[in-house]
Each structure stands twice: as structure tokens, then as C-alpha cells.
Nanobody, 125 residues
């Protein structure tokens, strides 16, 4: 089965930037929609961004619009999340997810089939 591994998290000052990577193994991601979610302790997992199979369609959660950008390279089985203008409220564990047998975008957590283990992003004031 597919394995998703996130990387690129860390500690950054408010206003700074980070670039998260999600590398998939097991099978190619070229036919599957992908997404990024985030979660803090005691809260529901929050939708961040989604991208369709070709990269031609993408949508973002209201709290990150204009600051975050999702992209993909199917040849490398990789999805990225570029995060600019980071705020302390962006602090969370960020998760990469894959929708099996579906090429489109979705904001619904329950529609994703596979998840990475997450990478911690901490934004200080």
C-alpha cells in the first residue's frame, strides 16, 4: 500500500516561510487527488489545501488563502505546501493525504484514504 512521508516542518518566526514536502511510495500518485490538513491538540483536523491529479485545480481553507500554495510533481511522486506569511495560529502538525481512485479535489477529511504521520510546524511571535 501507499506510504506518505512529510518533511520540512520546523520552527519559524512570524512572517517567515516554510516549504513542506510529501513523498509517496508504493504506487504513483498521478491518478489521485492529494491534500494537506493540520491539527493541534484537542481540535479537529482542519482542511488546508487540496490539488487534483494534474495540478490544474486547487483549493484552500479560508484561513490560509493568499498565503499558502499547494503544488505537485507526479514524476517525483511529491506534493508540496509552500507556506508564506506564517502566523502563530498556523502552528500545528501538518498531514499529507491521498484520495485513492479519485482524481479530483476534496475538502472533506473522510474522503481521504491514506495519511502520512505528520510534520510539526511551530510559528513564534
Amino acid at each position: 500500500q501507499v506510504q506518505l512521508v512529510e518533511s520540512g516542518g520546523g520552527l519559524v518566526q512570524a512572517g517567515g516561510s516554510l516549504r513542506l514536502s510529501c513523498v509517496a511510495s508504493g504506487w504513483p500518485i498521478e491518478n489521485y487527488g492529494m491534500g494537506w490538513f493540520r491539527q493541534t491538540p484537542g481540535k479537529e483536523r482542519e482542511f488546508v489545501a487540496t490539488i487534483n491529479w494534474s495540478g490544474g485545480a486547487h483549493f484552500y481553507g479560508d484561513s490560509v488563502k493568499g498565503r499558502f500554495t499547494i503544488s505537485r510533481d507526479n514524476a517525483e511522486n511529491t506534493v508540496w505546501l509552500q507556506m508564506n506569511g506564517l502566523k502563530p495560529e498556523d502552528t500545528a502538525v501538518y498531514y499529507c493525504a491521498e484520495k485513492k481512485n479519485y482524481r479530483g479535489t476534496t475538502k472533506l477529511l473522510r474522503q481521504y484514504d491514506y495519511w502520512g504521520r505528520g510534520t510539526q510546524v511551530t510559528v513564534s511571535s
